[in-house]
């Protein structure tokens, strides 16, 4: 697959998911809210900067990151996916935030001149680019000189028991395709310094990458659970697609097997970890 047909691939399933990140949005900010205090305080994130969010999703880390610049400062959401643009677009207009503007455009073409920007950030983006480096090359350009570029990704999944939890157990029964460990997906940048020598080969200085160990913690039954993840998932959505409806009770309850551990308190808590990765632009 050439770059052009993996990148539509990637943003076709985006597009796809686009409603579920949506019907999900209070539980993702939740469940995935150390990710954000990471990066504004890896970012040095405060009042009045002008901060770019590559890859925003359903709207974070930029709605929080409104609330910390205030007034004065401002947040410019970017996302390629249309469908992403719209329901982050929406919720910022609910919630009545002056100081957002909303982009649609990929991460390797910024349509931001050199320096626009204090630093800029990715929530569980990164991964998904098709082309890192000149994506990260692109960071880069727009922060001003000495800025932070900074994002968060995934660890690997066997100390993410959110995701593998549920893979592992529709894996026996459905084979998912085997891709190419360098193609976009969640997992990608899992291994310690592989998004870190990303970064430096885009020109950052000072790369730090740091382990954010925590908890996926919400107030939901495995129901729950079990619905938002196999919604949320494009691979999964697929997979589960192809399976018999016969089947589908006893992959629940295997799921539901291998998750009751993490549902001991009548709530939903997994351990979880990802990379924080930080670089700065040389200063000019
Ligand atoms: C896992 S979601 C994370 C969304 C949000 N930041 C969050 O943490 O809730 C990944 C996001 O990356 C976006 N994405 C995919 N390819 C991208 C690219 N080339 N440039 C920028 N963002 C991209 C997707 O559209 C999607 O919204």
Redesign the pocket.
């Known amino acids: 697959m050439n770059l052009e047909q993996q ?1 539509k691939k ?2 076709d399933a ?1 597009q796809a998911s686009a409603r579920y ?1 949506d019907k999900y949005r209070a539980l ?1 900010a939740q469940m ?1 809210a150390p ?1 954000t205090s990471g990066l504004i305080e890896e970012a040095r994130i405060g009042i009045d900067q002008t901060v770019l ?9 930029s709605l929080t990151i409104s609330e910390i610049v205030g007034p004065t400062g401002s947040v410019i959401y ?4 249309a469908g ?1 643009v719209e329901t982050a677009q929406a919720e910022a207009g609910r919630r009545d935030l002056a100081n957002i503007q909303f982009k649609q455009c ?3 073409d910024l349509p931001f001149a050199d320096e626009t920007f204090d630093a800029a950030v ?4 990164a991964m ?3 082309d890192p480096v000149t ?1 990260l090359r692109e960071a880069l350009r727009v922060v001003r000189n000495d800025g932070y570029v900074s994002f968060a990704v995934w660890s690997p999944k066997e100390v993410n028991p959110f995701f593998s939890t549920v893979n592992d157990v529709v894996d026996r029964f459905v084979e998912s395709p085997k891709e190419d460990p360098d193609a ?1 997906d ?1 997992f990608r940048f899992a291994a310690p310094g592989k998004l870190a020598a990303n970064l430096e080969n885009a020109g950052a200085e000072q790369v730090i990458e740091s382990k954010l160990n925590f908890r996926i913690e919400a107030a939901i039954s495995f129901e729950q659970f079990w619905q938002l993840r196999t919604e949320m998932s494009e691979s999964l959505r697929k997979q589960m697609a192809g399976l018999a409806p016969a089947q589908l009770p006893a992959i629940k309850q295997a799921a539901a097997d291998a998750a009751k551990r993490y549902f001991v308190t009548g709530q939903m808590s997994f351990p979880a970890q990802a990379l924080i990765v930080t670089g700065r632009k040389p200063a000019g």
């Open positions: 990148s990637t943003l985006w990140w993702i995935f990710l969010d590559i890859g925003g999703g359903s709207g974070e880390p970017t996302d390629p996916v992403m990929s991460a390797d990715g929530r569980l983006s998904f680019f098709v994506a976009p969640a």
